[in-house]
């Protein structure tokens, strides 16, 4: 094949070098939450269940919002356009959670910890039904290497009309982790602290899974669990970009794929269409 008529894969958007630097500024010192200080929940919803057996999922990397009024834009056409949106990076304060909550909207943010200037930086779910009250916090096996952050996941559970058994609901922002030996070790711990859930599953979010083997790995581990990974067909990402990925069980995937359109972050959102089986 030419060069002319190879395929270009699109690349993800770079962070803004003054993004970086600030975000660097705020962990040089940061204070670590406890439960259930570390979590915030707000909205109201329409709705206590989903009234259909599909779902619209979407998963977005936020990077920290630092994308601007353009961000905003896109993140409510996100939510519009969704039932259920699962982000990672997702720094807000008290009132900015007020903000990205969106009318008729149930938002849960689980914090990874609390920068210098009081904001939380941390994963977020939300939705367009009420969680049950069993919601929780799993804080990840390993912090980041560097400035030693750690990372976390969110647990909520949704009732479906007609069904006995809920749905569980993992948003999780994994570790970069360079070595596959240590990320296998923190799939573990994740798995081991969530609770026993006999209904369908959704583990989406950012895996940090940087190299195909890396994702073999990790798809490979949650696959002995019964969680399935959903594959992207002709994902346009380059491999060392794919971080974020959808696992489920007990759910027949209809619709899947990238969002290239969308640059106001460093990742693509994904967008799935889900039906309970």
């Not at 962070?15 to 909205?43: C, F, H, N, T």
């Not at 990840?140 to 400035?147: G, L, R």
């Not at 794929?257 to 799935?272: E, Q, R």
């Given at each position: 094949m030419s060069a002319a008529n190879k395929k270009i894969k699109p690349q993800k958007p770079?962070?803004?070098?003054?993004?970086?630097?600030?975000?660097?500024?705020?962990?040089?010192?940061?204070?670590?939450?406890?439960?259930?200080?570390?979590?915030?929940?707000?909205?109201?919803?329409?709705?206590?269940?989903?009234?259909?057996?599909?779902?619209?999922?979407?998963?977005?990397?936020?990077?920290k919002g630092a994308g601007g009024r353009l961000f905003e834009h896109d993140y409510r056409m996100i939510c519009y356009r969704s039932?259920?949106?699962l982000t990672q990076e997702a720094l807000l304060s008290e009132k900015g959670l007020v903000t990205f909550c969106e009318?008729?909207?149930?938002?849960?943010?689980?914090?990874?910890?609390?920068?210098?200037?009081?904001?939380?930086?941390?994963?977020?779910?939300?939705?367009?039904?009420s969680?049950?009250?069993?919601?929780?916090?799993?804080?990840?096996?390993?912090?980041?290497?560097?400035?030693?952050t750690p990372k976390v996941a969110l647990v909520t559970f949704y009732r479906m009309r007609g069904r006995r058994s809920t749905l569980m609901v993992v948003n999780l922002h994994a570790t970069l982790i360079r070595r596959v030996r240590s990320a296998l070790e923190e799939i573990e711990h994740l798995m081991t602290n969530l609770p026993e859930h006999d209904g369908p599953v959704i583990l989406a979010g950012d895996f940090n899974t940087f190299t195909p083997g890396y994702l073999a790995a990790i798809a490979g581990s949650l696959r002995r669990l019964g969680l399935e990974y959903v594959p992207i067909p002709g994902d346009p990402r380059p491999a060392s970009g794919a971080l974020d990925q959808i696992f489920v069980r007990g759910l027949a995937v209809e619709r899947i794929?990238?969002?290239?359109?969308?640059?106001?972050?460093?990742?693509?959102?994904?967008?799935?269409d889900l039906v309970w089986e």
């Open positions: 770079p962070r803004s070098y003054r993004a970086v630097i600030d975000s660097l500024r705020q962990v040089w010192k940061i204070e670590l939450l406890s439960d259930p200080v570390a979590m915030w929940r707000i909205g109201v919803c329409e709705s206590l269940q989903f009234e259909t057996s599909r779902i619209r999922l979407a998963v977005w990397n936020l990077c039932d259920l949106v009318p008729g909207f149930e938002a849960i943010h689980a914090a990874s910890y609390k920068r210098r200037d009081g904001i939380r930086d941390g994963v977020m779910t939300v939705a367009r039904v969680s049950t009250p069993a919601i929780q916090r799993i804080v990840c096996k390993y912090p980041e290497p560097v400035f030693k794929f990238v969002d290239t359109t969308i640059k106001n972050s460093d990742h693509f959102p994904l967008f799935a």
